[in-house]
């Protein structure tokens, strides 16, 4: 069953504070892993895209992604208030297939 | 940076009616989808499109909805038939092909139906 799990918060830090999200599956298939952004009335922004275990890294941004345990995460360093928006995680078995998401975790960071 | 357009940004429709979402995907991607989101639910898929026909679709996407592609540059999203429950965003997708092509989203119709 294609299934993935998120805490949906709401998650509230202080600016300059490492955020860790989180995602769980249980679709042992799946091989590609995306975070996405969302602000309020948005659409969803790419953030990081990762193909099957191992980490990725792109400015404050790391992706994780541990198949052996179908948990991945996503960190935050040096949150900034612009960073304020709920986060998705999403996934699929093959390129070009439908995505899996989960339901968003929503991040609050204060100034 | 490209980006997928949709229009229009609202909709708001009687029970029963037809409406067409449009989207403009992204000049050289190939691969087109539909994803909805109901009010404090999941993203959930919808369809994919590939080279002018359908490549995968959920059970959601049932006879009263269905895409075109009409021309070289707009995808669109008709549902026949419109019902309370289909009141959601509707975000149109696309990507290019190939391995290391993760979908880029436009930021949504919300379609709300009375």
């Known amino acids: 069953q294609k299934e993935v799990e998120q805490d949906p918060g709401p998650l509230s830090v202080p600016e300059g504070a490492i955020v860790s999200l989180n995602c769980t599956y249980s679709?042992?298939?799946?091989?590609?892993f995306m975070w996405y952004r969302q602000y309020s009335r948005k659409g969803p922004e790419l953030l990081m895209y990762t193909y099957s275990s191992g980490n990725k890294e792109d400015g404050r941004f790391t992706a994780q992604v541990d198949k052996s345990s179908k948990y991945i995460s996503l960190f935050i360093r040096d949150s900034q208030p612009s960073d304020s928006a709920t986060y998705l995680c999403?996934?699929?078995?093959?390129?070009?297939?439908?995505?899996?998401f989960g339901k968003g975790t929503t991040l609050s960071v204060s100034s | 940076e490209p980006e997928v357009t949709q229009t229009p940004s609202h909709q708001v429709t009687q029970m029963g009616q037809e409406v067409i979402l449009r989207c403009v995907p992204i000049s050289n991607h190939l691969y087109f989808y539909w994803y909805r989101q109901i009010l404090g639910q999941k993203v959930e898929f919808l369809v994919s499109f590939y080279n002018n026909e359908i490549s995968e679709k959920s059970e959601i996407f049932d006879d009263q909805f269905s895409v075109e592609r009409p021309d070289g540059s707009n995808f669109t999203l008709k549902i026949r038939s419109t019902k309370l429950e289909d009141s959601a965003m509707y975000f149109c997708a696309s990507s290019e092909p190939g391995e290391n092509s993760p979908l880029h989203f436009g930021n949504g119709t919300r379609l709300t139906v009375t």
């Open positions: 999403a996934m699929c078995d093959q390129a070009g297939t439908a995505l899996i």
């Open positions: 679709n042992s298939a799946f091989q590609y």
